[in-house]
């Protein structure tokens, strides 16, 4: 599978911005989808997925409540939409998925927020 991100850039904080990841390939064998994310000096960190059978989702919890994670089948597209942006927020955003035959990521994309 290979993932194209889009939708990051500059902006202030309490701004906003939805970030998507269009998967191509072998996407009938996704079973997991999910947003990373890595901030300089940092280690890379989970901040939300969505499973593709029940489509429920979760969040670490400092994104809780000002990110969104959400996919379109049709469009074989996932995204992740970022309310309320602080500067911590400011990483580089990686998409994620994993299939029978095992992960692929996003080249990343970086956010940064302003204060």
């Known amino acids: 599978v290979q993932l194209v991100e889009s939708g990051g850039g500059l902006v202030q904080a309490g701004g906003s911005l939805r970030l998507s990841c269009a998967a191509s390939g072998s996407t009938f064998s996704i079973n997991f989808m999910g947003w990373y994310r890595q901030a300089p000096g940092k280690q890379r960190e989970l901040v939300a997925f969505i499973t593709r059978s029940g489509g429920s989702s979760n969040y670490t919890d400092s994104v809780k409540g000002r990110f969104t994670i959400s996919r379109d089948d049709a469009k074989n597209t996932m995204y992740l939409l970022i309310d309320m942006l602080r500067p911590e927020d400011t990483a580089v955003y990686y998409c994620?998925?994993?299939?029978?035959?095992?992960?692929?990521w996003g080249q990343g994309i970086q956010v940064t927020v302003s204060s």
């Open positions: 994620y998925v994993r299939t029978i035959g095992g992960g692929s």
